[in-house]
């Protein structure tokens, strides 16, 4: 705010400024701004915020013309066009819409719902809030709206899905137009370009290429440029079949399994009963370009007259069928559209509006297919993200040495004098210099002491989310463990922390309650090699509800209150008990050199079936390795590893 105000009184000598919107009842209001052109410039908004004239979320904020005696007339035309349901807002339902590239998508439904409860307006809030410093990670200062973007080579058309729909409309009404290929790409299709040389070229020859999910919206901001829409053939479908219906054009479904694309196409005619399906055909033929069923296919598609063909086989076959068979079909707009058939044959849900407003639509699909999903999402997405950076740095360095060239070469005098000066150096002895190491040590020192405050930053945030996330999971577990086996649900035991020292750790009992005394007679059983570790697959002292949270690790939930403690960090060696650590030699007790952790690199790698001398070998890894960003990679590979339940016994 003290920013603001020397800026406005050094810019100019009005201060404070007032525009002037109307409410939710149509009043005129005059908002305070400060009269410098900045990020700051809003804050005295808060003012109006205190006397109630607008909401911290609200509708978008429509500026309006002061009423005076001239203008009153048209200062309340405007301000009933300015219609709102909720008073305007410092942040907008439009706003979120906008960064996710979901412009397309009405705002009322969403702000409506946002305020039917404390709950889900402070959820909104925290939607908007997410984005916001998603965007701001990746965007750079300047962002310009640029008509296409250029990531891995691939021209991305910066179109809004107005646009879009407009330059079918008119390919499609053209009459003998060949035939247009336009695609969506994903994050998943662009690292595919990068591998298929093939897929790339089929790219770069289409008409037009579009952004689509947000890995690729943020690619772009990183690169400066601000995307209108997120463009994907699922929100283009139900916007097309409405324009093809007005405009008496027939749509062709091309893919998906048997009776889908025909169940897809019922739905929408129900819902736009003058759309025109000219044909649906399963996408599980002989697509190879001369073979009889692919003749007979592209046949099919030309005598139904059809203008547009939807085409879905997922990338990169859809693609690379459209641009094979371009020359033989008669329609003139062919579109790659991935999965979306299911979507609309409500075989598959698609996720809810608000997630998708935060731009997390994959972790939607992902739950829903983990097994096909986990490579795309998880190991995909960072891997694309890690190539754009990659890529943006290659091009600034490019742009440093066309600089460089640029700039005046210096002169035989310049040159002699560094040459003397390099000369001098080399003929110099080498000298210990005190304040040099001791500034090295002070940095390393430092660099030291941020990791460990980031990474307890990291324990206490994610700790304490997941406690309240899965608190009904937990309640749900607590009362089958107490249904099916009398005694408490939580069971603890002393484990080994930091540097020995004694902590009680937390886990959900997943043992009958005599399971300390029976274990003497099982020792011979044991196959963990080593002895040092008791283990067996088969072990008779587990109950049916403990077998099952083993396997699924949800006996080692409460641990995140050890966690959020200060005993266990997210990652680290796992704890051990105070017996097994009598048995330690010197270099076993290596683990004890950090705080032990619910996860490290032997519970990804394979957990229970890795001896204990492989376990110690790798946790020791691990502490001379440990970083912040090795723990998020920790973390990220222990969700496969938990879904699988590779070793988990």
Known sequence: MLYGFIRSWMAKEQIIELVYTA??????????????????QKLPMLFNLLHGQVSLLGSAIVYVVPATSHSKDRSKEIVSQAHYIANPGLISIEQLNSATGLNFEQSTISLTRAHSSLIRYLFALLRNLMVSMTTGIFCKKSQVRHSQTSVFGINLTNWSME??????????????????QYSFVNADCLNISTRNAQYRQCLLKNQQVFADGIGVRLACSSKGAVLKDNLNGTDMFPRLCQLAAANNLSIYLLGAS???????????????????????????????????ANQDVIEKINQSGADILLVAMGAPKQELWLEANKAALTCKVGIGVGGLFDFYAQRIKRA???????????????LQEPKRMWKRYIIGNPSFLLKVYLENRQLAKRERRLFARATPTLSKQQLLLALNKSQTLKQSLPMFNSKQANVRRAKFNLALKLQYACKRMLDILVSSVLLVLLSPLLLLTSLLIRIESPGAALFSQV???????????????SMYQDAEQRLAELNLNNEMAGGMIFKIQQDPRITCIGRFIRKTSIDELPQLWNVLRGDMSLVGPRPALSSEVKQYSQYHRGRLAVKPGITCIWQVSGRSTIPFERQVELDIDYIYQQSFTADLWLLIKTIPAVIFARGAY
Not at 23 to 40: H, I, M, N, P, T
Not at 495 to 509: D, H, I, V
């Open 258 to 292: 048997d009776g889908v694309a025909q169940q897809a196409a019922e739905n929408m005619q129900s819902k736009y009963p003058q759309l025109s399906i000219a044909g649906c055909h399963s996408g599980f033929f002989d697509s190879q370009t001369h073979t009889q």
């Open 495 to 509: 484990r080994a922390g930091l540097n020995n020292r004694s902590f009680t750790m937390w886990k959900f009992r």
């Open 23 to 40: 409410s939710s009842d149509g009043e005129q209001v005059a908002l305070k701004q400060f009269s410098y052109s900045g990020r700051f």
């Open 163 to 180: 646009q879009l729909l407009a330059e079918i409309h008119s390919q499609a009404s053209t009459p003998q137009a060949p035939m247009r």
């Open 352 to 366: 809810p509006l608000w997630l998708r407003q935060m731009g997390l639509e994959w972790t939607y699909r992902l």
